[in-house]
């Protein structure tokens, strides 16, 4: 293997400063402060100002906390997005947004200050040091985005404890009131007793509790004509797992159409539905029981009248209802509409009073009866006595359900009727077109993606009941409205909004607490009922839901450089409840359209075996960790990777297999950038001037071009990084940069076979630099700096280099992809025969081979058309054999010798007498040197 020195320096050999080893984590914060200096957002603005536009509008995350893969995945993906758009010639702005009210940072604040200091605080003390806690964590979030490679106004993110932003709220109170959509009333919510608050349904978690399960007989005071000539008193039997509702009792709800029967048991009638009559007996234990005809339906006893279980002297009523299950209980639906959904609806319908014995704490107040000052968590085995004591009692046993639960605190909750404030989602203004039907309108006309979400989004608009917008806390916005001190009429109209709006904007929320309504209301305002000018401001909160949903308002109509609707929102599926729907229910009810063209769902961050994230598995990754580690460049390829339509796994395994294909990509660009050290565009060959190898490579590299851009457009991000990590292996390095080589390295510097080569390959630096800069933020700055400076032109960044448009027209391209394709068919053969050949010890280098292929007659005439075949498989010699109906290849050892400048087998060595020693292509690049 002995090279003689002076061959060695008539070579072309590569040389880049683009190192081999990438060294992310120590070299990207470096580019961080290259882009800091140039202020690149400022510039990638300036640089498609008359470009079409393109608003992503960031969704908040909260501002508690450490980033962690979910958020750090979901900020990358929207980074990838805009700075395509952004190489596309997009306008495409990003403001980053944090969500900073809500009850998290209330609790955490609590914790820190705790109980008893929390409970002396006033309101406006609770709200400084929450302010002070959620601004922290903005700082430590920007920063820890920043360092992702995400680019956006960090310098003025929107957040909502912003003054325009609070103001922003009010603004679409004002026209949802105005135009009818927001009432105050009393209706059964999910309430946390140890929160003292209401909860949204997205505060909600479902476990497994257990109850009581109680069968309790009511009386009839009117008895049922079906049972008239009986002697025995006769009973409805109701089956209930929340005794202590019991006081609350107005109804007893039956199936319309199921039918009813009487069973005689120990000398009492107990009406119940037919179907579950063994069921009752079991869970009674009763041996003996007679069931009595005749067979009535629910709807024949609705109207009757029964004696109340809890209260002398008050009566309940038998209704009909669907919602009546006839698989468990006993067909008799114990009802009280101020502590269920159903009951609620059922009662409405039937004009039902809606009693509230449970004060806010959680106790009975007088209406509770006996049980007055009872807590109800502590009252049903006290309930469960009195009423077995009372003989109404007919079976008590315990059951294990499904149960809600406070997201915060993870207490069972309740659920009780209160004085809320609620968006409606079927009434409106006179004239006013009802939100449901309006949002319902909206979302048909909104972009879905993956397009099955827009089937959940339609399914969760459909179905939800209205929207509880209070809270009983004190971190948020206010219900900008006042309650009439003498009479106790909400007092809320244009001119009491427009003065809270101007407050707002001016102080800022706080300024709610700590001044008094005269103070800023215009002179005079009073009453319409009763003329009162004493005013005092609500105290309730908005939901956050509601505070980050006006977003739309807030932050894409205020700020000059974004505008409504916006183009994308693009958050986890569990935003379909979320932030998709709060903004898409307040920008409908405001404007009367989505607040988005279209809506990209992902899922979530789970471990590399599909289960969730959590500290007490110890599955959990830190994208810090990653970062200090293997850079942010591998999150990035990582996220892009993933398929985002499913949950998206993430371990360190996963990670090490990116680091792989990053590993891949990166050494393609280093032998790009090393063999283009010595090439100016100037010196670029035409297409119809080079090899044919060459113009084969132009139309893949065009192929891949469309196929990226296409992917990207789509936001198929996996699909970009599989095509280009595919280049990059079987397309580029085991074919056509192999075959390139010899060209390269050992063909005349300005030859026209090797400029040629350097012109495909500046075309694909050029082409991949782009496609991969929007993922590999960091790597592709890195590559473009050193990319020799005739080729890059004048883009200071390569987030500003555009993006390559390569096509060629199809005329040109379609024979040389058939012919190739043919090659690359037989290739992969002769790959085969070489590989078994070299293990046979026949021969060594491929080189060293001399192939005789047999094919079929069409491919033998598509190979023997190539020019140069032999370097084409990069063997000594081939010879071609038609008539096959499979591709054979036999290997031989070529005849000639090696060439010691090119490591060729070649037989005309020594034909050129001024060198003797190399072969005559080497002899006449000498001579040219
Ligand atoms: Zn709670
Ligand atoms: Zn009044
Ligand atoms: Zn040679």
Redesign the pocket.
């Known amino acids: 293997m002995a090279e003689t020195p002076d061959y060695k320096q008539t070579m072309n050999l590569p040389s880049t400063e683009f190192p081999m080893r990438a060294n992310l984590a120590a070299r990207e914060p470096g580019w961080l402060e290259f882009w800091d200096e140039m202020d690149i957002y400022r510039l990638s603005l300036e640089a498609n100002a008359d470009g079409p536009v393109f608003i992503l509008h960031d969704g908040p995350p909260y501002a508690n906390g450490h980033i962690h893969m979910g958020t750090a995945f979901n900020k990358v993906f929207k980074d990838l997005i805009v700075k395509y758009k952004t190489m596309r010639g997009y306008f495409a702005p990003y403001v980053p947004g944090w969500d900073c009210h809500g009850q998290p940072i209330e609790h955490m604040v609590e914790k820190n200050l705790g109980s008893v200091k929390m409970k002396a605080a006033t309101q406006a003390e609770v709200r400084t040091l929450c302010r002070e806690h959620a601004m922290k964590y903005v700082a430590v979030q920007a920063e820890e985005f920043k360092r992702l490679g995400v680019r956006g106004d960090f310098d003025d993110p929107y957040l909502t404890l912003n003054h325009a932003y609070e103001a922003g709220n009010v603004k679409v109170f004002k026209a949802m009131y105005d135009r009818g959509m927001i009432y105050k009333g009393a209706k059964p919510i999910h309430w946390c007793v140890r929160c003292g608050t209401a909860l949204a349904e997205a505060e909600i978690e479902y476990s497994d509790e257990q109850s009581d399960s109680i069968y309790v007989k009511f009386e009839f005071t009117s008895r049922p004509e079906a049972w008239a000539d009986r002697p025995e008193r006769v009973f409805v039997l109701i089956w209930t797992t929340t005794p202590w509702t019991l006081p609350a009792n107005v109804a007893v709800t039956l199936a319309a159409k199921a039918p009813y029967v009487g069973v005689l048991h120990d000398g009492e009638v107990l009406v119940m539905a037919e179907a579950l009559v063994d069921q009752v007996a079991a869970a009674a234990g009763w041996d003996e029981w007679e069931v009595l005809g005749p067979r009535v339906t629910g709807a024949a006893l609705s109207g009757l009248h029964y004696r109340q279980p809890i209260h002398e002297g008050v009566e309940g009523v038998i209704i009909t209802g669907d919602h009546v299950e006839l698989s468990t209980g006993s067909g008799a639906v114990h009802t009280a509409p101020g502590h269920g959904e159903d009951d609620y609806v059922v009662g409405q319908k039937f004009g039902l009073p809606m009693p509230m014995p449970v004060l806010d704490d959680g106790t009975f107040d007088a209406g509770g009866g006996p049980f007055k000052g009872l807590d109800v968590r502590t009252a049903n085995p006290v309930i469960v006595d009195w009423l077995r004591e009372r003989g109404s009692l007919v079976a008590a046993g315990k059951i294990s359900h499904s149960y809600p639960h406070c997201w915060r605190c993870k207490q069972p909750v309740i659920f009780r009727a209160t004085e809320q404030w609620f968006v409606a989602m079927d009434t409106a203004a006179d004239g006013v077109r009802p939100l449901r039907e309006g949002a319902m309108e909206a979302i048909a006309t909104v972009q879905w993606i993956p397009a099955w979400s827009i089937n959940r989004m339609s399914a969760m608009v459909a179905d939800r009941p209205d929207w509880c917008i209070s809270r009983q806390r004190a971190w948020g916005v206010p219900i900008p409205v006042f309650t009439c001190v003498a009479c106790g009429e909400t007092v809320a109209n244009d001119a009491t909004f427009d003065a809270v709006i101007d407050l707002f904007e001016t102080e800022g929320a706080d300024a709610w607490f700590t001044k008094a309504p005269s103070e800023y209301l215009p002179a005079g305002t009073a009453c319409a009922r009763c003329g009162g000018t004493e005013l005092k401001p609500e105290k309730d909160i908005l939901d956050v839901w509601f505070e980050s949903g006006v977003s739309h308002t807030s932050v894409l109509d205020a700020r000059p450089e974004l505008r409504r609707p916006a183009e994308l929102y693009l958050e986890g599926s569990d935003q379909h409840r979320g932030w998709f729907q709060s903004s898409l229910l307040t920008s409908v009810g405001t404007y009367d359209e989505a607040p988005f063209r279209a809506v990209l769902t992902h899922g979530f961050i789970v471990d590399g075996d599909g289960r969730k994230m959590s500290k007490s598995l110890g599955n959990t990754v830190s994208p810090i960790d990653v970062v200090a580690k293997s850079g942010a460049d591998i999150i990035r390829l990582w996220a892009a990777s993933a398929d985002y339509g499913q949950d998206i796994s993430v371990s360190a395994e996963i990670l090490d297999r990116t680091s792989e294909a990053y590993r891949r990509i990166r050494n393609t660009f280093r032998f790009l950038l090393s063999n283009l050290n010595d090439f100016d565009p100037a010196g670029a060959v035409l297409f119809d001037a080079m090899p044919e190898l060459d113009r084969y490579a132009l139309v893949t590299l065009s192929d891949l071009v469309r196929d990226v851009t296409v992917a990207y457009d789509e936001w198929r991000f996996h699909t970009v990084y599989r095509l280009l990590y595919e280049y990059c292996g079987s397309d580029l390095s085991s074919f056509y940069l192999d075959v390139l080589k010899d060209r390269l390295y050992?063909d005349a510097p300005d030859s026209v076979e090797r400029r040629s080569a350097q012109t495909v390959l500046a075309a694909m630096l050029g082409a991949m630099v782009r496609m991969v800069a929007p993922i590999l933020t960091f790597t592709s700055e890195e590559i473009w700096q050193l990319t020799p400076v005739p080729l890059r032109g004048s883009a200071v960044s390569v987030q500003l280099a555009g993006w390559p448009d390569l096509a060629i027209d199809e005329e040109t391209a379609a024979p040389l992809r058939d012919a190739y394709g043919t090659v690359r068919a037989v290739r992969d053969v002769v790959t085969k025969a070489l590989e078994d050949a070299r293990a046979a010890g026949l021969v060594g280098k491929s080189q060293e081979a001399a192939l005789t292929i047999s094919a079929s007659d069409e491919a033998v005439t598509v190979l023997a058309a190539r020019p140069a075949l032999a370097d084409l498989f990069m063997v000594g010699s081939v010879a071609l054999e038609g008539g096959a109906d499979t591709v054979g290849v036999l290997v031989e050892r070529a005849a000639g010798e090696k060439?010691?400048?090119?490591?060729?087998i070649?037989t005309d060595?020594g034909s050129d007498a001024a060198h003797p020693d190399?072969?005559?292509?080497?002899?006449a690049?000498l001579e040219r040197l």
């Open positions: 050992a060439c010691p400048r090119c490591w060729n070649r060595i190399v072969c005559g292509r080497c002899a690049v």
